[in-house]
């Protein structure tokens, strides 16, 4: 067994649906721009294809748990999103291959800078700081593919304090599953461990401390989170 300097650091990891076992992850791949109404709401271009970023795998936060109010902001927004969890991966995936990688589907949400968006978009600057800070990433339970089938459509929906703010279809999306699976190959080997969060449709706003996050997609676990105090 290996010795370190320090104490490594531990696995990330979420809830299997249906298991005791845990789904290691090992990099969390998000995809921006993948709904029409959303691109629209951001003044963003609606030809452009979508933007693939990443956020640590220790940026997750799991269901029922808190989201501290980032430091660095003071528009901290949500986006729901449904999460593609991968069993498998490798280079230059086929789209019509890419369903076999595929562990299970999750809820999350996309936490976001927003006040720091747009001066990144503009200058062309990283997004690390708009979107790879710390508990930006809260992911609820993995169901896995043998109990959803893959899936084309579905309800995804998210609430602040019980009143619904986004509300669309997953078959809403501008690039599928598939196509989003091929296109992240294309630049980097995905693996199995690996999750994707798919992209987010209309409605995203701010939440404050206290406001509690409810996210849904019909047919996988539900994921719930609470906006606490700003970050020391």
């Known amino acids: 067994m290996a010795d370190f300097v320090l104490p490594p650091p531990p696995q990330p990891s979420l809830d299997v649906v249906g298991s005791a076992a845990r789904f290691p992850v090992r990099r969390i791949y998000c995809i921006g721009k993948n709904y029409l109404a959303h691109i629209r709401e951001m003044n963003a271009d609606e030809r452009d ?3 693939i970023f990443q956020k640590p795998g220790d940026a997750i936060v799991r269901n029922g748990g808190e989201i501290p109010y980032p430091v660095l902001t003071s528009n901290f927004h949500y986006e729901c999103e449904l999460i593609v969890a991968l069993k498998s991966g490798g280079y230059n ?20 800078r ?19 800070f710390d508990h930006s990433a809260p992911v609820g339970p993995i169901t896995p593919v043998a109990r959803t089938g893959i899936l084309k459509d579905a309800r995804i929906r998210l609430s602040v304090n019980g009143e619904v703010r986004q509300d669309a279809d997953i078959a809403w ?6 196509e989003i ?10 693996e199995a461990g690996d999750i994707i969060m798919t992209g987010t449709p209309a409605g995203v706003g701010a939440v404050v401390t206290g406001d509690v996050l409810d996210c849904h997609v019909d047919g996988l676990e539900p994921l719930q989170v609470r906006i606490g105090a700003r970050a020391a």
Do not use: C
């Open 181 to 190: 699976i091929a296109k992240i190959s294309e630049q980097h080997r995905l």
């Open 49 to 51: 294809p979508p933007v």
């Open 93 to 112: 995936i086929a789209p019509e291959d890419a369903a076999s990688h595929i562990f299970g589907y999750a809820v999350g949400l996309d936490m976001t």
């Open 173 to 178: 999306m501008i690039w599928g599953i598939d």
């Open 114 to 132: 927003r006040d720091h968006q747009a001066a990144a978009l503009a200058k062309g600057l990283p997004w690390e700081i708009t979107k790879a």
